[in-house]
């Protein structure tokens, strides 16, 4: 069930999203030492399925993430629709690119009409040209494979290819590239300073990573207390739990792989993944 106050858990506008990510620039190194780690990342099939059931904990209090491909409303954060299993937002463009990526590969489908309306409504909160009948459209819409399979792209090119790669150029494990992956979920990879790229510009001054020659703990601890410091920079983000006893807990235990099991709270909330 989808609590209002914990879809309020949303990044700031994406104007400056998508691979742009990657234009923070992806760290080099000289030292010869400084090889990535040497475990699975985020992206094997196991460890990202552990990763969306983490972010669905926080987003939706739910580890069924596949559940949220109809997820749809207006949670009055000024960002309009709220939708799928990323929190894709009607005023931020990700909706947009996402229903436009579905038209492409499927033309005519039952979104397609609203394409004109948003992109009026981009970067505003207005249900200009939407309501009444687009939420009972997307959650109709949600019902085929080919939009589930849109989202499931979109969600990988704009947030998690993005964060696992910065994480392996950085030369952190599964851990930390979920550190960051949800990180970009909330706050996105804009120009201000509670973004993706400021959390981690935030945390470079404090602690250098693996690829510099640095203690993967010592700058994971850094990039977390970056990630709690823009959380509370929003009030909508002040509750900092998916950090204090979900992602600090699994660092606290050694456990850089994400190996199961797993145990971390969410707003209070106990979860477990065996």
Same mark, same amino acid.
């Given at each position: ?139 109709? $819409? ?8 849109? @989202? ?13 790669? @910065?994480?392996? $150029? ?12 949800? $990180? ?18 935030? $945390? ?71």
């Amino acid at each position: 069930m989808h609590t209002p106050h914990i879809r309020t858990s949303r990044r700031t506008l994406l104007a400056l999203i998508g691979a742009s990510v990657i234009a923070a620039p992806l760290l080099t190194t000289q030292l010869a030492t400084a090889t990535p780690v040497s475990v699975s990342g985020l992206d094997d099939p196991a460890k990202k399925e552990i990763a969306m059931k983490l972010v669905s904990s926080a987003e939706n209090s739910s580890l069924d993430w596949k559940a949220q491909y109809g997820y749809i409303e207006d949670i009055g954060d000024g960002r309009g629709y709220t939708a799928g299993i990323i929190g894709f937002c009607s005023g931020t463009g990700d909706m947009l690119d996402l229903v436009e990526l579905y038209t492409q590969r499927k033309p005519g489908n039952v979104l397609a009409k609203y394409l004109p309306a948003l992109r009026e409504v981009d970067g505003t909160d207005s249900h200009d040209g939407l309501d009444p009948d687009y939420p009972r459209d997307w959650e109709k $819409a949600a019902e085929d494979s080919a939009f589930q399979q849109a @989202q499931n792209d979109e969600r990988d090119r704009v947030y998690f290819n993005p964060a696992v790669s @910065q994480g392996k $150029a950085d030369g952190i494990g599964t851990l930390g590239q979920f550190a960051y992956y949800d $990180a970009i979920v909330m706050h996105g990879d804009g120009d201000d300073a509670t973004s993706f790229r400021n959390i981690r510009k935030r $945390a470079l001054a404090q602690a250098q990573p693996p690829a510099q020659g640095g203690d993967e703990v010592a700058y994971l601890n850094a990039f977390l207390d970056a990630r709690v410091w823009a959380m509370k920079q929003e009030e909508a983000h002040s509750d900092t739990s998916r950090v204090d006893t979900a992602q600090r807990v699994f660092l606290e235990n050694g456990n850089l792989n994400l190996d199961p099991p797993l145990d971390w709270k969410v707003y209070g909330d106990s979860y477990h993944i065996g």
